[in-house]
T-cell receptor, first 115, second 115 residues
Framework: AQSVTQPDIHITVSEGASLELRCNYS??????LFWYVQSPGQGLQLLLK??????LVQGIKGFEAEFKRSQSSFNLRKPSVHWSDAAEYFC?????????????FGSGTQLTVLP | EPEVTQTPSHQVTQMGQEVILRCVPI?????FYWYRQILGQKVEFLVS????????KSEIFDDQFSVERPDGSNFTLKIRSTKLEDSAMYFC?????????????FGAGSRLTVL
């Protein structure tokens, strides 16, 4: 069965430090991959997506993610975290073939940023 | 930037009551969705809607749930007789056609509390 795993429930970093949030997926073929961010009281905002092509994708707010087929991973990174990045981050996938458009979400990683 | 709007932002209801959650998707989008997130759990797919009919639904979306696009702009989720376990944040989303079909834009959510 298809699944998305975010192994880190909670990560704490200091402002200005680098960040990497992990995401692994289990699918029969490479799905489309997404990272969403949810700030308190807000909806799910799309940070970036990967469909095909260059495996390093750039997103909004200075985030990037790298797709590694051999590791079935799509980790999110940011070189220098800002206090406003504190939020919950969700990795999500959808099959790249067929008619299914069910986004499957990981369980989320809560990011705390220390001053 | 176009956005998906949801009302109400928070609704408290008694068990057994009917609830209607409303959404205004992005105007030129073709696909509409409802997801929910029970506190502390993953964001889960409920239903997708295209061309005025349900295209996919999950096992969660039982006979107590229904969706409707009554007037070409609103997209509603009705829960016929609420249960305690229906307490959750409900997210509406929409996506466009073609390559944009898999890129969902989410609303800020409607928090439902069933007492």
């Amino acid at each position: 069965a298809q699944s998305v795993t975010q192994p880190d429930i909670h990560i704490t970093v200091s402002e200005g430090a680098s960040l990497e949030l992990r995401c692994n997926y289990s699918y029969g073929a490479t799905p489309y991959l997404f990272w969403y961010v949810q700030s308190p009281g807000q909806g799910l905002q799309l940070l970036l997506k990967y469909f095909s092509g260059d495996t390093l994708v750039q997103g909004i707010k200075g985030f990037e993610a790298e797709f590694k087929r051999s590791q079935s991973s799509f980790n999110l990174r940011k070189p220098s975290v800002h206090w406003s990045d504190a939020a919950e981050y969700f990795c999500a996938v959808v099959p790249s073939s067929g008619s299914a458009r069910q986004l499957t979400f990981g369980s989320g990683t809560q990011l705390t940023v220390l001053p | 930037e176009p956005e998906v709007t949801q009302t109400p932002s928070h609704q408290v209801t008694q068990m057994g009551q009917e609830v209607i959650l409303r959404c205004v998707p992005i105007s030129n989008h073709l696909y509409f969705y409802w997801y929910r997130q029970i506190l502390g759990q993953k964001v889960e797919f409920l239903v997708s809607f295209y061309n005025n009919e349900i295209s996919e639904k999950s096992e969660i979306f039982d006979d107590q749930f229904s969706v409707e696009r009554p007037d070409g702009s609103n997209f509603t989720l009705k829960i016929r007789s609420t249960k305690l376990e229906d307490s959750a944040m409900y997210f509406c989303a929409s996506s466009g056609g073609g390559a944009g079909a898999n890129v969902l834009t989410f609303g800020a959510g409607s928090r439902l509390t069933v007492l």
